[in-house]
């Protein structure tokens, strides 16, 4: 009697000693996975270096010659900020896309359908066009730095009127919230065809490549602005990932369960918000990897928001690293807009994943 009392006791600890290490097991492969597409991005592009130089050309020997200095220039110039700001975007957008999934308790929500991404496009269109206009011509020459810094004041000034709006007496509502973003995405969606409509040619192929997204033009300076949001956000998802576990049984169930269901509902919001105004503000609209990532990893690793959050930053960084490589590469010398890549393979997973709700829920 008492060995099988002991031997009951025991089983819970040991289950969650497995579970600890499959976790780490997971996240220790994505890592690996993470660093080896790296690698194989740092060797590829319109000015090639082979994998036998590489090491010279990260500075790990002592050799120098006139091929070392140019590998060395492209590199640390342009593909190694590149691929760090490639993997922090797609990083950003995975855990978004996991946190708005948890929090609509639905598996094809998405940061694109709050609007944030559509204010961030408006505002960067509307700094296209004005730059290149008689009126702000005299910015012409801070266009690049101006517009980053407008996508990313146009998702944080749509996240405010967001919060505005399903806010009321504290308390929030995540239905307004959705509805309300999807009617700020349609105005804003509107503001940028008109925009496109009064643009000339030169400005309507800038507003359409950036609407499409890419890390051309990626400096160590924007990576910068990409990596203390991310570590924010890092940190944060530690302190919400219990929350949106319990929020899946609904908000009565997790308020009992010791969760303070208001506040898990903003912090929740702005994350997703800073995530994606920032992501976007970078790399432009690239969309489905915030559908896509989160949601085959439940597949895969189940749904426990403390493993899914990490491993939704992982999967989202080796996708956007691999897309940008293959974009950079595929049409070489040219460059093919990361958006199309990732709509390419997104959308098919989408209507998959359509698809199957649909089945479940018996439509």
């Not at 590199?75 to 929090?103: F, H, N, T």
């Not at 944080?156 to 919230?177: D, E, H, K, V």
């Not at 160590?220 to 576990?245: M, N």
């Not at 085959?296 to 493993?307: K, Q, Y």
Request: glycine share 10%.
């Amino acid at each position: 009697m008492s060995v099988a009392i002991g031997t009951e006791a025991r089983s819970p600890d040991r289950r969650a000693s497995t579970r600890r290490r499959s976790a780490s097991l997971i996240i220790l492969l994505l890592i690996a996975v993470l660093a080896v597409t790296a690698i194989v991005a740092l060797t590829l592009g319109a000015a090639g270096i082979p994998l036998s130089r590489l090491p010279a050309a990260l500075g790990l020997t002592g050799e120098s010659t006139a091929m070392t200095a140019r590998d060395q220039l492209v590199l640390w110039s342009i593909r190694v900020p590149r691929i760090a700001a490639a993997a922090m975007v797609g990083g950003l957008l995975a855990a978004a896309g996991a946190i708005m999934q948890g929090l609509f308790r639905n598996p094809l929500a998405d940061p694109a359908l709050v609007g944030v991404s559509s204010g961030g496009a408006l505002a960067a269109a509307s700094t296209i066009v004005f730059t290149d206009s008689r009126f702000g011509e005299t910015l012409r020459f801070l266009q690049t730095e101006l517009l980053p810094l407008a996508a990313f004041a146009g998702s944080l000034a749509t996240t405010a009127i967001l919060y505005g709006i399903s806010s009321r007496s504290g308390r929030t509502s995540i239905a307004i919230f959705l509805l309300a973003g999807v009617a700020i995405t349609a105005i804003a969606n509107a503001g940028i065809g008109l925009l496109v409509f009064v643009a000339d040619d030169r400005q309507l192929r800038d507003i359409t490549f950036w609407m499409l997204g890419s890390m051309s033009g990626v400096t160590w300076t924007k990576a910068a602005v990409l990596a203390p949001v991310l570590l924010i956000g890092l940190v944060a998802c530690t302190f919400i990932a219990r929350g949106l576990d319990l929020l899946v049984l609904g908000e009565a169930d997790a308020f009992h369960g010791g969760v303070d269901v208001e506040r898990l509902k903003r912090i929740s919001i702005v994350m997703v918000s800073a995530m994606t105004g920032v992501a976007v503000s970078i790399g432009g609209v690239i969309g489905f990897v915030g559908i896509v990532v989160p949601h085959l990893l439940r597949l895969v690793i189940g749904p426990a928001h403390r493993l899914l959050l990490p491993a939704s930053v992982l999967s989202g960084a080796i996708l956007m690293v691999g897309a940008d490589t293959l974009a950079r590469t595929i049409v070489a010398p040219a460059e093919m807009p990361i958006g199309i890549l990732t709509a390419a393979v997104g959308a098919p997973v989408f209507l998959f994943i359509l698809l199957r709700q649909r089945g479940l829920a018996s439509l």
